[in-house]
């Protein structure tokens, strides 16, 4: 069985790709992806606002008092003895490169248009083989149009493809008035390959602090459907290799993934519960179930249930809404389990 894909143009042994997440903090943990079977690895995001708060904040501890005590300067080291900025984890690329034999990608997540261009130049200097922009805006201003949040998302793009030679991905949300207009114009901008979907994580309520709190749920199957939609509409209409990064849990799951398009499915969340086992378990059923279902590889399956593939394309549409509105019947016993 042929499980290759292809993917921001690499060849892939196969397309179930552990996406950014904790398990990529540490070369320890980039090695025990590849030792599981990962046919590449995202590196886990670089916060352009988190470095300029360490920055600030090393900035204030060091001049503290200053003023005061003439030889207060020499209780310090020198800046460049701290390890704030980027270098340690541009360092983790470099490790990573040295240490692995499979492409390792870098996920950048900018706050300001020169930050985005900046750290984009040094993970690519860093011997990153492509970068995956993780755009997570949230806009809270009022006076901010729509079009002009659409207009920020793709001057970054731009920008980045002009600071790099290196394959581009763009990880966005499903949050546009129109997603198939803006996945055009991510491909016009210079993307190579579209991740869906980020997950935007909402913060909760501490009744007890009075706090507002973060508050991580790990995804489930459910969650594919989404993208698992959009991917399927897309394929075969925007020229970009296309990457699920929502859902991804068992074999039914890759493989809906790849007919509906993607290239590539990208799991997180299984495996921080179950353990990095799961990419042979998941791979071995996978396999059962092609060989079954007499497919040769994984290419003939790709795209086999996208929109311009399916006899009724009107089933992604507003069709597919009316017959789910219609499909519920009561449960005869008057069980609401």
Not at 251 to 267: E, F, Q, R, W
Request: glycine share 6%; with cysteine.
């Amino acid at each position: 069985m042929n499980l290759e894909t292809r993917y921001l143009g690499f060849k892939l042994k196969h397309p179930i790709v552990p996406s950014a997440s904790p398990l990529t903090y540490d070369l320890a943990g980039i090695r025990r992806l590849e030792d599981a079977g990962a046919p590449c690895v995202v590196v886990h995001s670089l916060f352009e606002e988190q470095i300029e708060q360490e920055s600030r904040a090393l900035d204030h501890y060091l001049s503290y008092g200053t003023e005061s005590f003439a030889e207060a300067l020499d209780y310090f080291p020198e800046a460049q003895d701290y390890n704030v900025g980027p270098e340690g984890y541009l360092d983790l690329i470099r490790n990573a490169k040295s240490s692995v034999d499979i492409p390792v990608i870098g996920s950048l997540n900018g706050s300001s248009p020169g930050g985005w261009t900046h750290y984009a130049k040094l993970i690519e200097e860093a011997g990153a083989d492509a970068l995956e922009l993780n755009i997570y805006h949230i806009p809270t201003d009022q006076s901010v149009s729509g079009s002009q949040v659409e207009e920020l998302y793709l001057n970054v793009v731009r920008n980045v493809r002009q600071a790099v030679k290196i394959p581009l991905a763009v990880k966005v949300s499903p949050f546009f008035s129109s997603t198939a207009h803006m996945a055009l114009q991510f491909e016009r901008s210079g993307a190579d390959g579209l991740v869906l979907f980020n997950r935007f994580y909402q913060p909760d309520f501490d009744l007890e602090t009075l706090d507002v709190v973060p508050h991580l749920v790990l995804s489930d199957s459910h969650e594919l459907r989404l993208p698992l939609r959009w991917v399927a509409i897309l394929y075969g209409r925007i020229p970009v290799d296309f990457a699920i990064t929502s859902g991804i849990h068992s074999h039914l799951d890759v493989l809906k993934g790849l007919m509906a398009g993607a290239s590539v499915t990208m799991m997180a969340s299984e495996l921080l519960a179950h353990g990095l086992g799961r990419i042979h378990d998941v791979l071995a059923q996978m396999t059962d179930w092609l060989e079954e279902h007499e497919y040769e590889s994984v290419e003939q399956l790709t795209g086999s249930m996208s929109q311009i593939s399916v006899e009724n394309p009107e089933s992604f549409e507003r069709a597919n809404y009316m017959k789910v509105l219609q499909s519920w019947r009561p449960d005869p016993t008057g069980s609401l389990g």
